[in-house]
């Protein structure tokens, strides 16, 4: 069973240069090395007809997880993430992104709508949490999904941030 969440960010950068950043090497590796308290790295990027592939290995401290999840790890958690970006048209793009959090029975998928304007962005997250724990992961996976909330939020300030020192 999986649980399933919903985020909105909004981004107040024009949706072109949010898509521009979502297809920028650079981006991507200032993401991974700043979304954490322990860096992360880009391990693979593709430009692709309009967007981009990018796969990262970012960290998790132990402190962002939800305490359920804390009391069955003893470490940080390292998360193999896929993001591919579609090509923008009529001010919008499909982003997917698949997680997989090595050792652990836990991972995470989803959409991401991006549209926007001029002047502003929105990235609308539909998430897709999974524990396969027995009769724990369905009582874990609302707290997962609410941690994921809170990263794409710092992820969307971060974006923020880095269109305004390099677009």
């Given at each position: 069973?999986?649980?399933?969440?919903?985020?909105?960010?909004?981004?107040?950068?024009?949706?072109?240069?949010?898509?521009?950043?979502?297809?920028?090497?650079?981006?991507?590796?200032?993401?991974?090395?700043?979304?954490?308290?322990?860096?992360?790295?880009?391990?693979?990027?593709?430009?692709?007809?309009?967007?981009?592939?990018?796969?990262?290995?970012?960290?998790?401290?132990?402190?962002?997880?939800?305490?359920?999840?804390?009391?069955?790890?003893?470490?940080?958690?390292?998360?193999?993430?896929?993001?591919?970006?579609?090509?923008?048209?009529?001010?919008?793009?499909?982003?997917?992104?698949?997680?997989?959090?090595?050792?652990?029975?836990?991972?995470?998928?989803?959409?991401?709508?991006?549209?926007?304007?001029?002047?502003?962005?929105?990235?609308?997250?539909?998430?897709?949490?999974?524990?396969?724990?027995?009769?724990?992961?369905?009582?874990?996976?609302?707290?997962?999904?609410?941690a994921l909330?809170?990263?794409?939020?710092?992820e969307g300030?971060?974006?923020?941030?880095?269109?305004?020192?390099?677009?």
């Open positions: 069973m999986a649980t399933r969440s919903e985020n909105t960010v909004t981004i107040n950068q024009p949706v072109e240069k949010v898509h521009a950043a979502l297809t920028n090497r650079d981006y991507w590796a200032f993401i991974a090395e700043n979304l954490s308290p322990e860096p992360g790295e880009v391990a693979e990027f593709e430009q692709t007809e309009g967007g981009a592939v990018a796969t990262l290995f970012e960290v998790l401290p132990l402190d962002i997880l939800p305490e359920a999840v804390r009391a069955m790890i003893s470490q940080a958690l390292k998360v193999k993430r896929v993001v591919t970006v579609g090509p923008l048209a009529d001010n919008a793009a499909a982003v997917t992104y698949t997680a997989d959090v090595k050792g652990t029975p836990v991972d995470f998928k989803g959409d991401i709508n991006v549209s926007g304007d001029d002047a502003t962005t929105t990235l609308a997250y539909n998430n897709e949490v999974s524990v396969n724990i027995p009769f724990m992961g369905p009582a874990i996976e609302p707290k997962v999904a609410e909330g809170d990263l794409f939020t710092n300030e971060l974006t923020n941030r880095w269109i305004g020192e390099n677009a």
